[in-house]
């Protein structure tokens, strides 16, 4: 599915739409014509939308007490149903062996990069487009594969993430979750491993090299989520996906064959 090809009358909920990817999705989507719901936490973030009468910018803490419950009524009272959810927020922080870090600033992390999501999908779940498919759309990030020394909280969001989409398409019928994997991506998320310098150990080095070239193009991020929207549950639904190195271009006609028989 082409932007140009895109249904003007999809609603596309984006958390964390003041992020580098969030943005990028919003911004996307808005000049296809989708009406887009965006939260963010930073005053003032989105305001450069506020005039778009399909933009709906919606502040939101993560931690806040009671903040799920005011984005259901803002839904609610303007009757607006999704079906496209994206999570896009995210911190890798606190940045250090496990032992040295925090122990309530490592829980946190968790809970904004990975509970505090699911239970959005919980609160929201009820607002989707009823009668269709809906999609539910999460990122993967480094060692969900292997150590990724120094970044515990981060790492572990990610997992749970993974098997939580594997845990929806099991539970939910009328749900497709997925995750993506982008790979690198120039984003001020790596503002944070600099900040952490020697805390970081390994990564630093590595951060400081990937930040000389693009990484993953934006562009990519994009087209690859649109694939997986445009594919059918039983090819997509709790799988954890990569975008640069999954062979979804180009139509993916052998890759979505591969996994639906799988």
Known sequence: MSPATMSPSRTIFILGASSDIGRDLMERYLSAGAEVIGT???????????GNPRAHVLPFDLAGEGASGRIVEYLQARNLRWDLFVAANGTMEPIGPFLEIDGAAWQ??????????????????????????????FFAGGGTNGPF??????CLSKIL????????????????A?????????????????????????????TLKFLEGDGTPMEDIHACLEWCVAQDRAAIGGR??????????NGGAALAASLAAD
């Open 178 to 206: 997925f995750i993506l994997g982008p790979g690198y991506l120039r984003t001020k998320i790596h503002e944070e491993t600099l900040r952490a310098a020697e805390r970081a150990g390994g990564n630093l080095e590595k």
């Open 108 to 137: 946190d992390s968790i809970a904004t990069n990975a509970m505090a999501p699911c239970r959005l999908v919980q609160a929201l779940y009820p607002l989707r487009k009823a009668g269709q498919v809906n999609s539910v759309a």
């Open 161 to 176: 993430l993974i098997k939580m989409c594997e845990l929806l398409d099991d539970e939910v019928p009328d749900l497709k």
């Open 149 to 154: 020394a120094n970044y515990s909280a981060y």
């Open 40 to 50: 963010h936490r930073r005053p003032g973030a989105l305001d450069a939308y506020r």
């Open 240 to 249: 954890n996906l990569s975008v640069v190195h999954d062979p979804w271009r």
